[in-house]
């Protein structure tokens, strides 16, 4: 592809395998070019938080008429949502940072890649939280590479969840603690807020204590708590044997999910 390309490999030794959405090949009908295969951040949601740059990945293999050559073509995938793919391109879309292209015959090759994401010039509103689909800019140019012959926007490639990173924190009191004593179990959880760029209480999350016994390797939960409007976790126990406590609560539609690092108790 003749804009953003990184790098140019030889055929690849069989068919590279990819892990399709499901949905049907987009057949562009001014540029004779198909996309099928489409695969972002190997098919599982993009969790973002408020600062860190992501970069998901992306594999498809693209199809175009004879007589052209990689280098006259264009076949860029982006995100977008909420309205349609053309104006999505333009208003708050997601594209590529570049791409590598393995040609195997003069008119097809696999494509993979990379997006770019910076939550704090991509994403402007928590409702970005949601589901974006899955489109692709097909250029054909003309053979001095100045003009474009035809182009077109294909879609029906499929979707992918962009959803808020979450955090969670933990702290269990008093170290040591007598057998048989209260222990009192505190935490927060929060989660990226891309208007403010930054944590904000996650309010009314529900969330699960578990204990993992010293020598031991597997947690168990001991009760489920809800946090307060400010994102506080609260609650006591019962100090029985040396250990690590957490708090821990799974992903939604909209924000990942979050596991704090065990904080160990002595008891004597």
């Known amino acids: 592809m003749r804009t953003g390309r990184t790098g140019t490999a030889a055929a690849l030794a069989g068919a590279l395998a990819l892990v399709a959405f499901g ?9 004779g070019i198909t996309v099928t295969g489409m695969v972002v951040n190997d098919g599982k949601p993009i969790v973002v ?4 740059e992501k970069f998901p990945s992306v594999s498809f293999r693209v199809t175009w008429p004879s007589g052209y050559t990689p280098h006259t073509i264009d076949a860029f995938p982006y995100l977008y949502h909420g309205t349609t793919a053309a104006a999505g391109a333009e208003d708050g879309g997601i594209y590529m940072a570049g791409t590598i292209l393995y040609e195997d015959s003069p008119t097809s090759a696999d494509v993979e890649g990379d997006l770019y994401i910076d939550p704090r010039y991509t994403l402007d509103s928590n409702n970005d939280a949601t589901t974006w689909k899955i489109a692709v800019t097909a250029r054909l140019w003309d053979e001095t590479d100045t003009k474009i012959k035809a182009e077109e926007r294909l879609t029906g490639l499929g979707s992918v969840q962009v959803k808020r990173a979450a955090r969670v924190s933990v702290n269990a009191s008093p170290e040591p603690v007598a057998k048989g004593r209260t222990i009192t179990v505190t935490g927060s959880a929060t989660r990226a807020d891309w208007v403010k760029h930054a944590y904000v209480g996650y309010g009314g999350k529900l ?5 993992r016994k010293a020598g031991t390797s597997t947690y168990t939960t001991v009760k489920t708590v809800r946090a307060s409007s400010t994102g506080a976790l609260r609650t006591t126990v019962t100090a029985a044997a040396d250990g690590y406590w957490r708090w821990t609560f799974a992903e939604t539609a909209t924000t990942g999910g979050a596991t704090a690092k065990g904080d160990y108790v002595d008891v004597k």
Request: without cysteine.
């Open 23 to 31: 949905a049907p090949a987009a057949q562009a009908a001014d540029t």
């Open 207 to 211: 969330a699960k204590l578990q204990f």
């Open 49 to 52: 938080g408020v600062s860190e």
